[in-house]
């Protein structure tokens, strides 16, 4: 049997209600997870919103729409606030609206951190 990802952990440990994991509203993550083009991503409840990353570690993506809100009423907006995608919407509406603002090229999350552009200028 494969090794889970970190990926797969977090998602696993986070609807089991882990308190070693970031959690956020249970109906949000698990209709989140429904999506399979989500599930693939790592997510990070905070703040009442559940965001959705590239890659595992810090520095997030931070690139892609996320739900705020909970099991009554949601939000989807564009990657850091940047436009409302849908307002009061129930927790799969939500996640169905993040996928269909997905990049297409929005695969797996890699391991590591979000690549930083070149610091440096010659």
């Known amino acids: ?13 986070m609807l089991e209600g882990d308190p070693t994991v970031r959690r956020g509203d249970p ?8 999506e399979p083009r989500l599930r693939v991503l790592f ?9 959705f990353h590239r890659n595992s570690q810090f520095p ?11 099991s009554t009423a949601c939000n989807v907006y564009g ?14 509406e939500a996640a169905a609206l993040v996928v269909a603002n997905l990049p297409d090229d929005c695969g797996p999350a890699f391991e ?4 930083l552009p070149d610091s440096h200028t010659d």
């Open 27 to 34: 109906a949000v993550m698990e209709a989140a997870y429904a």
């Open 79 to 92: 990657p850091l606030y940047s436009s409302v995608l849908g307002e009061g919407l129930m927790p799969q």
């Open 112 to 115: 590591g951190p979000w690549p």
């Open 43 to 51: 997510p990070f409840p905070s703040h009442g919103c559940l965001t």
């Open 1 to 13: 049997m494969a090794e889970e990802t970190t990926v797969e952990k977090t998602w696993r440990l």
């Open 60 to 70: 997030w993506s931070n690139d892609l729409p996320f739900i705020a809100g909970g």
